[in-house]
Every structure is written in structure tokens, then in C-alpha cells.
């Protein structure tokens, strides 16, 4: 009887014990994809510009939730590998599902949004087909290369694999290829930033020399505005008699419409006050009705291609104009926050936080001055005693991630791996530490990778504006990329650990069977993320894409584009002018 109540004892320990290993399912299936759903739309709630497209926005917000959806359950899915000895169905439909969502948004829905959004013509079907018609170009390309390698294979070998493994692995090798290179100047670029946070002499130095370069794009962004304007207003005037037809009534309208906007903002960013009003009466150059009876001979069709030509040349005028000016904004503010550090005025520095701060600029006449002052006493407080000590700290703390994600990616080709990652996950620890075990390197490695993507010089001026500044072009464009990286990314992290029976690698390890790009090409082109992250060290990576004729994929906006004999004092100056005329509009706003 003693014997049968231990044995009975064991049992309820052991269910007890499966019990809550399959407890936590609902939490991270479940409830990580619904966070991720709403941090993303609240996230971007903050960057979108006021009346963006409803359907770019969901696009955006959708790319954005389906990455971090795969980078949340990746932990969930090492656990059930180390923990449980069988793998759930589900777990597999679950990956297939998301996957080939996300596939088919960043791959195909993303890039004709995007299109849609910068075509110029005055019409939604005619919008949507010329960003069907841009896409069908690069979906050419691809077949064509695809075509070429499979007959190349037939030619030298037999084709293995089914057609889903071979969109599986030409998928990753794109990803993996941009990975390499994000990575490689992420892993150094990220430590070396914030270690370099902690000194306001050294940030100076290279925020002044950004500024001559980023002066100078914002001024021809601004140029070129004008000379688009110019252009337009011609087309307006010299064509006002063809107005008797619905179609270029339409198109004249929309087009003068967004002429006034253009000119409204190139008002403000110029500094000039000029009412709504008076430009609407300088720029209503055409009457709806006035070209009856005035019909020239004009080819229409030629006429309605060259106007929407024009007007999609118009909204990347103004675009660029817009992203331009708040980069400038943004670095101005930020020049201006190290020389109060620099100079130790912290309690200025503070005052400037405190009015950048939206919802407090919101609110700024009806927060009490206690609470306000207590809000700036821990703004110095940080800024004084802390601010350089935890940037250092979190600095050499990157610093040593990355070490450790480098030797890992250097022998994923061996057997005997240097992973110190992959001792981490010999064994089970149990959900939550295994969870945290994942989540900082793996997070880590977004980090990296993501905030290499706005540093991205192939990019141009696409970014996340914070402010709602930022229009759906550059929304879809993060999201897309985001997207088309997420799955590689987190395929790469399991490789480096080197866990294995996950349900992922069984939708991943489709593509082993490919060749070239397959097995061997994940496990041996990392470690080129070795060299990359050398170079970058050493300050070597422009010159080396200088001489391989690669600027497109350099980093850091007018590090190396200055040809002036003193960037570091022209950038100063140019500060200083911005400052003095800062102060002087807030003087009437001081005296009140």
C-alpha cells in the first residue's frame, strides 16, 4: 500500500508538472501576437501623418505585427523543443500560416501599396494599375532569374524540392544578404554609439559635421520643390484650355490642390507667413469653366500620361522636401541638447526636454509649476550623475553581445561550435528563463538590424518621423522591410544556438534540399558577418565600398560626403544661426 500511494504521488507530481509546461501555451500563442498587434498600431498612431491612406496604414501595422508575432513565439517554440519530446500540430499550422501572410504582404501587397501611394495619377484604378504595372517589372526579374538558375540546375544536377522550399530559400538568401550587411555594421555601429552617447565633445564633433551635409540636402530638397512648383504652374497655365473635358477637369483640380499644399508647406518651411487664403487666390490660375470654346489640338491621351507624370514628380518633390527639413529639425535639436551638456547648463537642456516633450507641450499651461519642477529636478539629476555612467555601461554591455553573437556566426560551419549562446540551451531551464535566455540576444539582434535600416544610405530619406510627420511611403517601406527580414533573422538566431526539432526549422529546413542556397549557405555565409564588423572597427567599410563602386549600401548620412576644409565650424555655425533664430521667435512667447 505504501509502494501504490508513491507511485500515486509520482504520477500527480509528473502531471502537474506536464500541466504547467503546457500551461503557458495560451499566454505566448496567444496573447504575444495581440501585443504585438497593439504596440505596433499605437506605435505608429505617433508617426503617421495626420489623414495617411486607411489601407496603407493597416498594411503597415500588419507588417509590423507579423515580424515581432514570429520574433515573440520564437522562445516559446526553443522551450517546446528542449522541453517537450513531441511537437504540437498546431505549431506547424501556426508557422505555415504566418509565414507565407507574411510572405505574401512584404513581398507583393507592400511594394503595390507602396507604388500606389507615389503614383501620380488622378484616379484609383489608374493609380493602382500603373503600381501594378511598376511591380510586374521586378516580378519579371525575378521569374527571369529564377528560370535561369532552375534550367542552370537541370543542366549540372536534379531539381529537388517542391516550389514552396524553393520561395522558402530564395526568400531567406535575400534576407540573409541584407542581414549580413545590417549586422555587420550594426554589431559594431551600436556599442561604439551609445559608449560615444557618453561623451557630449564627441557627439558634437560628429553631429556638426552631419549637419553641413544634412544643411545642404535640405536646401536642394527644398530647390528642387520650387523648380517642380515652377513647372507645374506652367503645365497649368499653358494647358487651361482643354478643361471642357470631365477627365482634365478632374486632373487640373487635383493637381492645383496639391500645388497648394505644396505651396503652404514650402511657406513654412522657407520661414515666410502667408495665409491659406491668399495663397489659394495667387494660385487659382485656372477656372473650371473657362477653357469652353478653346480647344486646341492635343493629343489626350499624351496630355493625361505627362500631367500624372508630373504630379506623382510634385509628391516626391514635397516628400523629400518634408523628410529633409524634420531630419534637420531633429539633428538642430540634437546639437543644441549636447552643447548644454557640454557646457554643463543642465537646467537648460531640461527646460528644452520639457517643451519637445508633445504631451507636455500640450499641456504645458495647465501643469502645475511643482510638477514641473520636480519633472526637471530628475531630468538634471540624470543628466549630471547618471546619463554617462549607464550609457557606458549599457555600451560595453552591447559591446560584449556582440562579441559573443560574432564568434558564434565564425564557426557555424564547424561541429565544434564557439557559441557561447549554445551552452545556454544544452538543457531545459524551465519556461520563463529560457524565454529571457532568447529574448535578449535574439532582441539584441533585431536591435541591430533594425536600427541599421534607417542608417541605410540605399533607404534615401525613408524613416520613422516621430511627430506624426511620417506619410505612408516610408510606413510601408519599414514594414516591408521589417517583414522580409524577420524570418531569416530568427532562423539565423536558431542556427546560432544550434537548437534543434523546433517547429520552425521543420517549415525553414524545406530549403535544405536547394542547392547553393540552401544548408551550406546559411551555416557559411555568416561568417562574412566577421570581416564586415572588422572593417566597420577599423573604419574601413566606406573605402571599401568606394572601391567596389557600392555606395548605395553605406551607412550614416554625410559622415563622408563633406568636401569642405572645416565641416566641424561650418556645422557649428550653422547651429548657432539656428539657435539665435530659435530664440528670437520665442522672445514674444517669453514676454507674455
Not at 299 to 320: G, P, Y
Request: charged share 15%; proline share 3%.
Amino acid at each position: 500500500w505504501s509502494c501504490f500511494s508513491d507511485c500515486h504521488r509520482d504520477r500527480a507530481r509528473l502531471s502537474r508538472c506536464h500541466s504547467w509546461m503546457v500551461a503557458p501555451l495560451p499566454l505566448t500563442v496567444l496573447v504575444g501576437p495581440t501585443a504585438a498587434a497593439f504596440l505596433s498600431a499605437v506605435t505608429l498612431v505617433r508617426y503617421a501623418e495626420k489623414g495617411v491612406n486607411p489601407l496603407a496604414f493597416f498594411g503597415a501595422v500588419l507588417g509590423f505585427t507579423l515580424s515581432l508575432s514570429i520574433v515573440t513565439l520564437i522562445p516559446y517554440d526553443v522551450w517546446q523543443s528542449l522541453s517537450l519530446e513531441g511537437e504540437p500540430t498546431f505549431m506547424h499550422a501556426g508557422w505555415d500560416a504566418i509565414y507565407w501572410s507574411t510572405s505574401l504582404l512584404c513581398w507583393f501587397l507592400c511594394p503595390v501599396l507602396i507604388e500606389f501611394e507615389a503614383a501620380g495619377d488622378f484616379t484609383a484604378q489608374g493609380r493602382l494599375r500603373r503600381a501594378l504595372r511598376r511591380n510586374v517589372v521586378w516580378y519579371v526579374s525575378y521569374i527571369s532569374i529564377g528560370i535561369v538558375a532552375l534550367l542552370a540546375i537541370l543542366v549540372f544536377g536534379v531539381v529537388q524540392g517542391s516550389l514552396g522550399a524553393w520561395l522558402i530559400a530564395a526568400s531567406n538568401a535575400w534576407g540573409l544578404l541584407m542581414l549580413t550587411v545590417l549586422m555587420g555594421f550594426g554589431l559594431v555601429a551600436v556599442p561604439r554609439h551609445l559608449w560615444r552617447l557618453a561623451s557630449p565633445e564627441i557627439q558634437l564633433a560628429s553631429t556638426y559635421r552631419l549637419a553641413v551635409a544634412s544643411d545642404e540636402a535640405r536646401l536642394s530638397a527644398q530647390f528642387e520643390l520650387q523648380d517642380v512648383m515652377m513647372q507645374v504652374r506652367g503645365e497649368i497655365t499653358t494647358h487651361d484650355a482643354v478643361l471642357h473635358d470631365d477627365r482634365y477637369a478632374q486632373a487640373f483640380a487635383a493637381l492645383q490642390a496639391t500645388l497648394e499644399k505644396c505651396e503652404v508647406l514650402q511657406a513654412r518651411l522657407s520661414g515666410r507667413r502667408s495665409g491659406q487664403r491668399d495663397l489659394a487666390a495667387r494660385h487659382r490660375l485656372v477656372d473650371p469653366h473657362s477653357g469652353l470654346g478653346r480647344s486646341p489640338l492635343v493629343d489626350q491621351s499624351a496630355l493625361l500620361a505627362h500631367l500624372s507624370q508630373q504630379h506623382c514628380t510634385l509628391k516626391t518633390a514635397v516628400l523629400e522636401a518634408r523628410r529633409t527639413s524634420f531630419r534637420w529639425t531633429d539633428l538642430v535639436q540634437r546639437c543644441m541638447y549636447f552643447e548644454d551638456l557640454h557646457r554643463e547648463q543642465y537646467e537648460v537642456a531640461a527646460h528644452a526636454i520639457l517643451q519637445e516633450w508633445s504631451c507636455l507641450r500640450r499641456h504645458h499651461s495647465n501643469l502645475h509649476s511643482c510638477f514641473r519642477s520636480v519633472l526637471s529636478s530628475i531630468l538634471v539629476f540624470w543628466m549630471r550623475y547618471l546619463r554617462a555612467r549607464l550609457y557606458r555601461t549599457y555600451g560595453f554591455c552591447c559591446a560584449v553581445l556582440s562579441f559573443v553573437i560574432v564568434l558564434g556566426q565564425l564557426t557555424m560551419f564547424s561541429q565544434r561550435s564557439l557559441s557561447l549562446l549554445a551552452l545556454l540551451f544544452r538543457s531545459q531551464h524551465g519556461f520563463m528563463f529560457t524565454q529571457v535566455f532568447c529574448m535578449v540576444p535574439l532582441g539584441y539582434m533585431v536591435l541591430t538590424a533594425f536600427w541599421s535600416i534607417l542608417r541605410l544610405r540605399i533607404a534615401g530619406w525613408y524613416g520613422l518621423y516621430p511627430g506624426q510627420n511620417t506619410d505612408a511611403g516610408s510606413l510601408l517601406w519599414v514594414a516591408t522591410i521589417t517583414a522580409r527580414l524577420a524570418t531569416p533573422l530568427c532562423y539565423h538566431f536558431l542556427l546560432l544556438v544550434r537548437v534543434e526539432g523546433t517547429s520552425f526549422q521543420a517549415l525553414m529546413g524545406q530549403m535544405n534540399v536547394v542547392p547553393v542556397v540552401g544548408d551550406s549557405f546559411n551555416q557559411i555565409f555568416p561568417c562574412i558577418i566577421g570581416f564586415l564588423c572588422i572593417t566597420n572597427y577599423f573604419n574601413l567599410y566606406s573605402r571599401l565600398l568606394q572601391c567596389l563602386a557600392l555606395g548605395s549600401l553605406e551607412f550614416e548620412w554625410g559622415v563622408n560626403v563633406v568636401d569642405d576644409e572645416d565641416p566641424t565650424g561650418d556645422g557649428k555655425r550653422l547651429v548657432e544661426r539656428e539657435r539665435r533664430k530659435r530664440d528670437e521667435q520665442n522672445m514674444p512667447d517669453l514676454a507674455e
